[in-house]
Every structure is written in structure tokens, then in C-alpha cells.
């Protein structure tokens, strides 16, 4: 049985709250790249899948969970890493590689998002390398009307030895070379995939960020032991939303991933969280919250080395 939804209770706050004084939060509203104002609220959704070698299944999943998403009030969603295949070896993907811009895999995200009129980034899919034994590893945003609205090929490539555990990415996928963002009614929205989370180099090189995303697909091995604590600290010293969208559960190529999707504040707090199996986990992205973060402690204005 899949665990249920898990909302984190909001821990004690008492000496945070009585510096939440009127005096610290701006007078004007902030704003957009194109001058207007900044949406002061805006709910975001993750969704958890245990993704298979059956591209169009996985598709079918995808495409239910963005309809829970957005009957749930989500006017922007993030699937994870590979939700639209985990073959049996590494080589399999190369059989479900598109070319950018055509494909069902990027018609399916093209049309989710026009259909529900959201923001949707796919996770990752298969995109064609230069080389043709391998591929890139690609994040596409698509905004409500369909349009591609950025692209991210995953830079930094997962490498682990560990027993009987043996990953090494380079193999089969070509690593990108550019750091991508792109504004969003609500802000800069930062994108990242998985092992780059462990690079904070990278979130750097971002910008001033309202959100950072991270579609995974992490080890149960790996996640255990880092990825709530890697995920709440990129949150905590860029002082800014952080949506994890993740693989969890027993897939049928053996592999076990971590799960634990889940929405986190800029102080560090976890808003919302799946612990195992399908599932969204949703929350509101408040400009609010991260006003009353950076003046309260103006870290992000502190920085001195780049």
C-alpha cells in the first residue's frame, strides 16, 4: 500500500515570527521581466511517480496526475526525472530519444499544458546527442499555451558505486553545458535535475530565484541519506521556494528509488510531502514569505565571493 500524503505540522517559530514586523516588508510590490507586477500567490504542484519501461503507460500516469493537479487549483506542475521511461539497462533509452521539438513525448507536454492552461515542466526525456550512443538528459518548460518556454540539459551526471549498486550516467548521456531559468508569473523559476542538487555552484549561477526545481529520480540508497537535507538547505541559502518532483517506489526494472517529493519555504520549512508511490504534492508559493525571509535575515544581500 502507498503511503498517504504527509503535510509537515509548521515547527515553532516564535523567535522568526517577532521579526515579521510590518516595517519589514516592502512597500511596493515587486515585479515581473516585463515591468508588472509579481503574482503575491501562486500554487505549485510535484508529482511522484514509479515510472516503467512502457513509455505510453507512463504517459497515461503522467497525464492523469497533471488532471489531479489541476482540478486541485495548480497553475504550475513538475514531473520527475525519466517519468516518461526507466528502461530494464542503461541503452534502453535510446529507443524513445526525440529530436527537439517533435515527438509524443513532447506533444504530451506540450498539450498538458494547453489543455489545463498551466505552466508544465516535464521532468526529464530523452533528447538526441550529438553521438549516437548517447543522449541529453532534457528538462522542457512549456507555458499555458503550449509554447516552450525554456530548455535545460542536466549538467552534472549521477556516478555511485556502492555494493551491488552501480550507476555511471556518463555512459549512456551527454552532459549539458548551460545553466536555464525562465520567469514565471511569480518570479525567476531556476532549473536543475537531480545530481546536480549537490552542486551549489550551480544554484548560484542561477540568479535571484523564486523557485528552484528539482526533478529526480533518486537511489533509495542516496535519498536516505541526503536528499531532504540537500533540498532544504539549497532552499534555506538561496532563500527561495524549492519543488522536488521524484521518482518513489519498487520499479519493475528492480531499481528502488527514494521518493519523498516535496514543496519547501525559504526558511527551510517543509511545506508539503509524499513520502512513497504516484501522487501530487501541492502547496502556494507566497512573495510574501520570501520578503519576510530576506529582510528579516538579508543573507542573499550578504553574499561577498561569486
Known sequence: MHAAPRIAPPPCREPFDTLMSETHISPSPPADASGGPLASSFRVAALQMVST????????DAQRLIA????????????????????FKDTDKLAVREPH????????????????????????LPLNAPEASRVLNTTLVFDPLGNEAARYDKIHLFNFEKGEESFDEARTIRP?????????????????????????????????????????????????SHWELLLRTRAIENQCY???AAQGGKHE???RTWGHSMLIDPWGEIVAVRDEGAGVVAGNLERARIDEVRQSLPAWRHRVLS
Open 176 to 224: 549539458g553545458t548551460a545553466v536555464q531559468g525562465f520567469q514565471a508569473p511569480f518570479g525567476r523559476v531556476g532549473l536543475s535535475v537531480c545530481y546536480d542538487l549537490r552542486f551549489p555552484e550551480l544554484y548560484r549561477r542561477l540568479g535571484d530565484c523564486a523557485l528552484i526545481v528539482v526533478p529526480s529520480a533518486f537511489t533509495y540508497t542516496t535519498g536516505r
Open 101 to 124: 521539438r517533435d515527438g509524443p513525448i513532447q506533444r504530451f507536454l506540450a498539450d498538458a499544458a494547453r489543455r489545463h492552461q498551466i505552466w508544465v515542466i516535464g521532468g526529464t
Open 53 to 60: 519501461p512502457d513509455r505510453d503507460r507512463n504517459l497515461a
Open 242 to 244: 524549492v519543488l522536488a
Open 68 to 87: 489531479e493537479a489541476a482540478a486541485d487549483g495548480a497553475q504550475l506542475v513538475l514531473l520527475p526525472e525519466y517519468f516518461c521511461f526507466m528502461g
Open 253 to 255: 526494472n528492480g531499481r
